[in-house]
């Protein structure tokens, strides 16, 4: 089991009941695509406006959605180097992968929309924004978002969280 550094920010009133969650599926997500090496991960959990806001500065568009994935590097999807020692953090000695933000009232509202629970509309949407700090996309049709979704849906079923 590698130390993964999972800070998650709340930016919503009272507790935040996803924090166990979050932790296991991006360290399940991790060890599912070979990661060996501890790793850092910055997630929000924000509003769909605190979404919209980020949306807006970062990708000049202008709504709100439901993750934002912010890769730290450009990584190959599936083959993920055998030697980072170069990409270290040198403070922390870890594998700074990038920032995940998701909107917790989108979260709500398409778990409801698609009949499932949050805690699968939550877990899907790490796991998809943890392929993406991993080099993953799904900008095609294609072979590319075939392979994404095919391992989208091996993690969400090692995890264990049904549609």
Not at 119 to 132: D, K, M
Not at 145 to 154: I, S
Request: hydrophobic residues 35%; charged residues 25%; glycine residues 6%.
């Amino acid at each position: 089991m590698n130390n993964h550094d999972i800070y998650i920010d709340w930016e919503l009133s009272g507790p935040n009941p996803y924090r166990p969650l979050l932790t296991r599926v991006i360290t399940a997500a991790l060890a599912a695509e070979g990661v060996q090496v501890p790793c850092g991960v910055d997630v929000l959990l924000t509003t769909d406006e605190g979404i919209r806001e980020i949306n807006r500065e970062l990708r000049d568009v202008d709504r709100e959605t439901d993750v934002l994935s912010f890769p730290m590097f450009e990584l190959t999807p599936g083959e993920f180097p055998e030697d980072v020692s170069d990409l270290l953090d040198p403070g922390s000695s870890l594998l700074p992968l990038g920032d995940m933000a998701l909107s917790v009232e989108k979260i709500k509202s398409q778990a409801e929309e698609f009949g499932h629970s949050q805690e699968r509309e939550i877990g899907y949407l790490t796991v998809h924004s943890v392929l993406h700090l991993l080099g993953y996309d799904h900008l095609d049709e294609g072979p590319m978002k075939k392979q994404m979704r095919a391992r989208e849906n091996a993690i969400m079923e090692y995890l264990n969280i049904p549609r």
